[in-house]
């Protein structure tokens, strides 16, 4: 029993020990986008407060799942009027994930692209240029208010590439 008794507390203290060390090489909150001369704006600022600091939410966070003024459907229509497309047949997912702040604004755009089965390569910069500017041209988000106050939140934009045209923009 003793000796039941001494291996469960070496195993307890190596499992916190490991942990101690994992939580010291992670950002306070996963996924936070750092500000990089080189890709933002300088005029961008995140909001902030007293309450939340500088913290920023998920999209999903709050009242509203999707803050875009007439939602998904006006940013497929104006992006249908926009007409981009590859010359390319390529297939695969365009993700351009950015920032919103209190004020609506956005910035801290980064992108990420993959395969069809979910592998990252380039797909086509081109193509991946255009879609990164039609992103910061979209100027209907709306500030999420969560217990009242209005806060940061991060929302991404993935699409879906279909023999060279976007067939679906996601969430």
Known sequence: MIKAVYLFAMFSFALASCQTENVKKYPGTVGDI???KKL???DFKKCGSEKWGH???QYYQGTKEYGYKGEKIAIT?????ENIYSEKKINGYITVRFLVNCEG???LFRLQH??????????DEELENKL????????????????GL????YQYLTYKIENGKVSEVLP
């Open 150 to 153: 209005k806060v940061d939140y």
């Open 114 to 123: 993959m395969s069809p089965d979910l592998k990252e390569i380039v797909l």
């Open 40 to 42: 933002d704006d300088a």
């Open 105 to 107: 604004k956005t910035g």
């Open 77 to 81: 229509e104006k992006l249908k009027k």
């Open 132 to 147: 990164l500017k039609f992103t910061k041209s979209l100027d209907g988000w709306m500030p999420k208010e969560i217990k």
């Open 34 to 36: 750092e500000f990089d």
């Open 55 to 57: 913290f920023s939410f």
